[in-house]
């Protein structure tokens, strides 16, 4: 996949995203707005917008028989989760990285440039276009962005980073004013 003149690719180069494995996604808001809910305390309150987001990552895994979900948290302006892809009848654990055979073709349009079948990129894809779509109907803006161009990814390499990452996702909510993300923290794009 080549990426667009002018556009720095923030994914591994030369990785085959469509690999068995487990790993760390953050997507974030459009502008980076508070959109999903608030923290009151250690905990996320969400809100219509949220539990749309909240639905269409559970819906992921059941749309896509290669697909596990791990742990998972919608914050008021990003979420945080861990996507498995699996390597059906392999026997393989989520960080034992191995070849895929033929994905899903129905994973997303065959018109879309530059997003694999079955690739990380596209799982992230479908799932940005379901939540803006739900929730550019539910406010009456068609076309509006709910989120940010990309999305950030790491790929989990073992059960340590695993656990590590799980437990980051559970806290998010009660690091919510240090978070990177959270308003005041983060330098404006320019």
Same mark, same amino acid.
């Given at each position: ?48 917008? #949220?539990?749309? %987001? *909240? ?8 749309? @896509?028989?290669? !697909?596990? +979900? ?72 068609? #076309?509006?962005? %709910? *989120? ?8 989990? @390499?073992?059960? !340590?980073? +695993? ?28």
């Amino acid at each position: 996949m080549k990426p667009k003149p002018g556009r720095r690719s923030i994914r591994l180069a030369g990785y085959d995203y469509t690999l068995a494995g487990a790993y760390f996604v953050t997507i974030c808001t459009w502008n980076k707005e508070i959109l999903f809910g608030d923290v009151r305390g250690d905990e996320m309150r969400l809100n219509e917008f #949220g539990r749309v %987001v *909240w639905d269409e990552w559970e819906r992921t895994e059941v749309v @896509r028989s290669k !697909v596990s +979900l791990d742990a998972f948290i919608v914050m008021p302006n990003h979420v945080h989760g861990i996507v498995v892809i699996r390597d059906v009848g392999g026997g393989k654990t989520p960080t034992q990285h191995t070849s895929v055979g033929a994905q899903r073709a129905a994973t997303l349009p065959a018109n879309l440039p530059n997003v694999k079948p079955g690739s990380l990129g596209a799982i992230v894809r479908a799932f940005k276009s379901a939540v803006t779509r739900r929730i550019n109907i539910m406010r009456h803006t068609p #076309g509006a962005p %709910v *989120w940010q161009r990309n999305y950030y990814d790491r790929i989990i @390499r073992d059960e !340590v980073e +695993l656990n590590n990452i799980r437990l980051y996702i559970e806290s998010n909510p009660g690091n919510w004013k240090q978070d990177e993300q959270y308003p005041g923290n983060f330098a404006v794009d320019v």
